[in-house]
């Protein structure tokens, strides 16, 4: 027999069960109840925080009078409770069963689960990860979620007024607890796509599978946003549950709404300048650095990122690794900014920039590990790909010099500068640096030859508007995010004048570009890894 679910019929709980880890609006949510005389059964810190508000509350072991057992972890895993749940009251089968057995119907599950993601977050052992994997409550929403029909389920704080309205109107529509059941479904999955990626990266006597061969992706949805890229396309913003500083972390102080664009690049201007150890800046247009510099204060990183690209700056983000002061947020509120993001922001500089009334401005808390492990994801048709962040780090020993020519320890210390940029920027990727200061990039295009042109032009365009003749790129270094296939990408380097370039390495035609580079007097250095980014 199926249950007919073209009729809406209301649904008002005679006896619900609580039984949660965040305490959020408990009380609120208990009253409710009460006022509305229904019974309410709830274990341990709920059942005691309703008590001490005044509120009529059973103890789940009184009413299936059979005790907590194995240290609680045993306590709602009875039929009692669970057939008090699953019981279909359209079948009279299922009523004389429930009879027979003594199980009262449960029409209301309102459970959260343990905090194991908050656990392991902070650090702890095992033994404190495995005690906050929580079993009877998925069992619990599940089985509420699964029968919709008779039984209202709630997860989460922020549905109890939407339960508290539908009390007031006479009980809950079947739409509701349908709405409800999905989005308990939606926990449980997510819950346990925690707890197996977890296990996956912690089973001890056995090899960490970075790429198990079920790979599960859960996040939290935070923010319905406009539109995405365009206006015709649907966007969110979702949580994974990690605690990596960065957008999830994010605390915005004021501005507008944030839009998918902004989100998307102002984490790639973010995860740019946690590379860097000194005050660092990054200027991020679409995606892509358009000035990255390096100095002994911000203010004087700002100045010099800001010169590479004045023209692509306008309107970007602008990425610090040390907190705003007052000083530089009043150089960067001279040219139109979308959104500024640091791991604090001073009081004085958001004074500052309270003038900006439109300017989004964020603090994260923190700045995020560039070395740290985990995955990348890229939708494409059918599934997605997966691989490991681009996370490698250049080791001096494992840098060759490859012409007669050896770098100056200048060139040396701004080729490593130059090369931990072009990590961040759109392949073919050219970028040109001086004094830990790019003053060329070029990006995403088709040839490296365009890529190195491109950033040539970009910075004669940069140096008339500075007032100087010729180009910022004179005397300056150069990195390649990959090999170059022929010379005519070296070629067009020198041309830019380079003096030093970093690239590397593995082209078949390698000792054809490492002699165009000493034909020209420069040196260069193979680093064996490249960065593509696509």
């Not at 993601?117 to 033994?127: C, F, K, L, M, Q």
């Not at 004045?310 to 959104?339: C, H, W, Y």
Request: aromatic fraction near 6%; proline fraction near 5%; hydrophobic fraction near 45%.
């Amino acid at each position: 027999m199926t249950t007919d679910t073209t009729t809406d019929p209301r649904l008002m709980p005679r006896r619900a069960l609580l039984s949660v880890s965040d305490k959020t609006d408990l009380v609120t949510l208990g009253r409710a109840l009460a006022d509305a005389n229904v019974e309410i059964l709830s274990t341990g810190g709920s059942a005691r925080t309703l008590r001490e508000a005044g509120i009529p509350v059973k103890d789940v072991s009184e009413h299936t009078g059979f005790p907590e057992i194995l240290d609680g972890r045993v306590k709602t895993l009875v039929p009692w409770i669970h057939g008090g749940i699953l019981g279909r009251r359209d079948l009279a089968t299922h009523r004389a069963q429930m009879e027979a057995h003594d199980i009262a119907p449960i029409d209301l599950v309102c459970v959260n689960l343990y905090p194991f993601a908050r656990t392991v977050a902070s650090g702890a052992d095992e033994a404190a990860c495995v005690v906050n994997i929580d079993i009877g409550g998925p069992a619990m929403l599940r089985a509420a979620a699964k029968n919709f029909t008779d039984v209202v389920v709630l997860c989460a704080p922020d549905q109890y007024a939407g339960l508290i309205e539908a009390l007031q109107a006479g009980g809950t529509s079947l739409a509701e607890r349908r709405e409800w059941a999905a989005a308990a479904f939606t926990h449980t999955a997510a819950y346990d796509t925690m707890i197996a990626s977890w296990f996956t990266r912690t089973a001890e006597g056995a090899a960490p599978q970075t790429l198990p061969p079920v790979l599960m992706v859960g996040g939290q949805r935070d923010t319905l946003l406009r539109y995405g890229e365009n206006p015709h396309q649907q966007a969110a913003f979702y949580r994974d549950g990690s605690q990596r500083p960065g957008l999830a972390t994010a605390r915005q102080l004021q501005g507008k709404a944030l839009s998918y664009n902004n989100l998307n690049d102002t984490d790639a201007a973010f995860e740019a300048v946690a590379e860097f150890q000194a005050p660092s800046v990054v200027i991020v247009k679409h995606a892509n650095p358009c000035g990255v510099a390096s100095a002994d204060s911000l203010a004087e990183a700002w100045d010099a990122a800001l010169r590479c690209d004045p023209v692509s700056a306008f309107g970007g983000i602008v990425a610090l690794n040390r907190p705003l002061d007052g000083r530089t947020a009043e150089k960067i509120s001279q040219i139109f900014t979308e959104v500024i993001v640091a791991p604090e922001i001073t009081p004085e500089a958001r004074e500052v920039l309270s003038a900006k009334k439109n300017l989004r401005v964020l603090e994260t808390g923190g700045m995020p590990d560039a070395a740290a492990d985990g995955l990348s994801l890229r939708s494409v048709s059918g599934g997605f790909l997966a691989q490991t962040r681009d996370n490698g780090r250049l080791r001096p020993e494992e840098l060759k010099v490859v012409t007669k020519r050896q770098p100056t320890a200048q060139e040396m210390e701004d080729l490593l500068f130059a090369f931990r940029v072009a990590k961040h920027v759109k392949s073919n990727a050219v970028i040109y640096a001086r004094e830990q200061a790019t003053v060329g990039i070029g990006a995403g295009q088709m040839s490296r030859v365009d890529s190195a042109r491109i950033a040539a032009r970009k910075s004669r365009d940069a140096a008339r508007a500075a007032g100087k003749e010729g180009a910022l790129t004179e005397n300056s270094v150069a990195a390649s995010d990959a090999f170059f296939p022929f010379a005519d990408g070296l070629e067009s380097i020198i041309e830019a004048g380079a003096t030093a370039v970093i690239q590397p390495g593995g082209s078949i035609r390698d000792q054809e570009v490492i002699d165009a580079a000493d034909a020209a007097g420069i040196a260069m250095v193979f680093t064996g890894m490249r960065h593509f980014r696509h």
